[in-house]
């Protein structure tokens, strides 16, 4: 039951490009409570892991491409829904260590190279939310797309504007905002384009 997050996404997800390889990883106890993870071609060593061996690992390679190799823990079967967590971990080229450096959403789908988008609704809004995986760190992108389709928030009409307004969301009347943490500004509805389908 463990592998079947993975399984699925290797088997029904389309990488964002053509060259990337995507494999799962066996996973063994090592010394003083690492893991020791490997393919047929690979060997990695975790020497402080978050997770243990009850969850699925995966390693992604970008050939042709510098950085690192990407290892992805993903939640076992009975902790995977819609708030589960995909730990990361990075491997230098021609390293074996793997360093943990952040999480994405175990629902994320990847968009283009070491970039993913995660939709989900959560209250009355629908969030598009991106991150960008580096060698060191993931890092949340900004800003964070917001569907309003069952509220009323306070929107700056523009970036720039002193006030916000009161606007509501509905499903017959959509609003679009970007969402900067700090404020909310409205946007075109074209820019939240095919969110409510997601």
Not at 95 to 116: L, M, W
Not at 138 to 143: D, E, I, K, M
Not at 144 to 168: F, G, H, W
Request: glycine share 6%; proline share 5%.
């Amino acid at each position: 039951m463990k592998h079947i997050a993975a399984l699925c996404f290797l088997l029904f997800c389309t990488s964002a490009s053509s060259e990337v390889l995507e494999s799962n990883l066996d996973c063994k106890p090592g010394a003083e409570g690492g893991l020791i993870l490997s393919s047929a071609e690979r060997v990695f060593v975790i020497k402080s892991p978050e997770r243990d061996c009850q969850s699925a690992f995966t390693f992604k390679t970008y050939p042709g491409k510098t950085g690192a190799i990407l290892i992805f823990a993903w939640p076992p079967s009975d902790e995977f829904g819609l708030n589960s967590q995909r730990y990361v971990y990075s491997v230098m080229p021609e390293k074996k260590e793997a360093t943990h450096i952040g999480y994405i959403p175990a629902g994320a789908d990847e968009i283009e190279d070491r970039v993913f988008k995660h939709v989900l609704q959560e209250g009355g809004s629908i969030y598009e939310t991106r991150y960008r995986i580096e060698s060191d760190k993931v890092s949340t992108l900004s800003p964070v797309k917001e569907l309003i389709i069952a509220d009323t928030l306070c929107i700056y009409p523009q970036r720039n504007s002193s006030k916000c307004e009161q606007m509501t969301g509905t499903f017959e009347n959509l609003v679009c905002v970007m969402n900067y943490g700090e404020r909310k500004v409205l946007a075109d509805i074209s820019a939240c384009a095919g969110m409510i389908d997601q």
